[in-house]
């Protein structure tokens, strides 16, 4: 009767957690070196991490050719899918258009509003921009289902123009799972709604981002999965409720603070593949484990040194977070990169996926919270 008894917590708790499968893709910069035209790309289009966090009155978001998660989601009746970044770095949902005639658009999947009975217009304008151009359209409001759940007349952007790098990336579009305050136009973002509308058990939302192979990653709205992690969860508070952004104290190698020092702000980012912080300090930590650094900013490293090379630890509202070499060194067919770029603005670091691969994260909208905790 007992076991009965646990079991059926087991099976009500696990009805709680909304799973959203995260797929690793191929990210822009691989199709782009399997077909030469990396260097021109990288020189038209120079990495600009911090756009999307400089406030100019319109919704931002990088050129950041290393993304490579990302989900399916559906919107209208009967429902059109679409493979979108959970993007923890912005507010707004938008996915291309029927309406949009630019490159990016005819090689990813575009929403067709009169194929859906439940669409509505909304008519006010959306401009995301970029750091190397920018995303125009109009909004609109329609169910969007995501991970199992269906938000109902949720307001999101259908694109008429894309910056020209979106052609060579795999997911069609952006889901925000930032704050209201720093949406375009206000729209009430996805998750928001998902907790006005009653369909989450828990105000809050997680993210397992896996470190082998394509499968297992994925975004749980409305509780934790304990199986995605080991040891306890170290809950910090946020500096400020735009993005998720917390205070960092240092970043410390072999007992040294090698940047950082005296403190910074850093927001926790699924929609960044990188570690970014200012020019100066990413230089002297790349500098530290042994890298050296191209025209481009990508700091390259001897692929058989990675064994000997130094942890990073990331000092967070007083807790140490510990990045190896083995999880901060990018190996591919064209040799090791490490996770830490260049770019950060005033202070501001981007924690992106390079840390949250190794950090299970938990984002607590209402206590405004985000846990971490050593990701199995």
């Known amino acids: ?174 889901l925000g799972l930032a704050f209201q305050s720093i949406a375009s136009d206000n729209v009430v973002p996805v998750f928001d709604n998902m907790i006005k509308q009653g369909l989450v058990s828990e105000s809050l939302f997680s993210v397992y981002l896996s470190s082998n192979g394509q499968q297992g990653s994925e975004v749980v709205f409305g509780g934790i999965d304990s199986s995605h992690y080991t040891g306890q969860i170290t809950w910090i508070p946020l500096t400020s409720a735009t993005y998720w952004q917390i205070q960092m104290d240092s970043v410390i190698i072999n007992g040294q603070t090698v940047a950082c020092s005296g403190g910074c702000q850093a927001i926790i980012d699924t929609g960044t593949s990188l570690i970014v912080g200012p020019n100066s300090d990413i230089n002297n930590i790349n500098s530290w484990v042994g890298a050296s650094t191209n025209q481009y900013g990508d700091a390259t490293v001897n692929c058989q040194n990675v064994g000997s090379m130094p942890d990073v630890t990331f000092t967070l509202n007083g807790n140490a977070f510990t990045i190896p070499a083995s999880a901060y060194v990018t190996q591919s067919s064209y040799g090791c990169n490490t996770g830490f770029g260049q ?34």
Not at 131 to 152: C, H, K, R
Not at 348 to 370: K, M, S, T
């Open 1 to 174: 009767m007992k076991w009965l008894i646990v079991l059926s917590a087991l099976v009500a708790f696990s009805e709680c957690l909304h799973k959203m499968p995260l797929i690793k893709g191929k990210t822009a910069r691989q199709a782009l070196q399997e077909k030469g035209l990396w260097d021109e790309y990288r020189k038209r289009y120079p990495y600009n991490p911090m756009a999307k966090f400089v406030q100019a009155g319109t919704e931002s978001m990088t050129n950041d050719a290393d993304l490579s998660y990302y989900g399916v989601i559906s919107i209208g009746t009967p429902p059109q899918s679409f493979s979108v970044i959970f993007d923890t770095g912005s507010s707004n949902l938008w996915i291309p258009s029927v309406y949009c005639s630019s490159q990016a658009c005819q090689n990813h999947r575009k929403f067709d509003p009169q194929q859906s009975s439940t669409y509505v217009w909304d008519g006010r304008s959306l401009s995301i921009q970029y750091g190397t151009g920018s995303m125009t359209g109009y909004l609109a409001s329609d169910n969007v289902e995501v991970g199992g759940i269906t938000v109902s007349k949720q307001v999101f952007g259908m694109s008429q123009t894309e910056a020209p790098f979106m052609a060579h990336m795999q997911a069609d579009g952006i």
């Open 343 to 376: 770019g950060g603005y005033q202070q501001l670091w981007i924690l992106g996926d390079v840390f949250i691969r190794e950090y299970y994260a938990i984002f607590n909208y209402p206590r405004q919270y985000i846990g971490l905790a050593k990701s199995v």
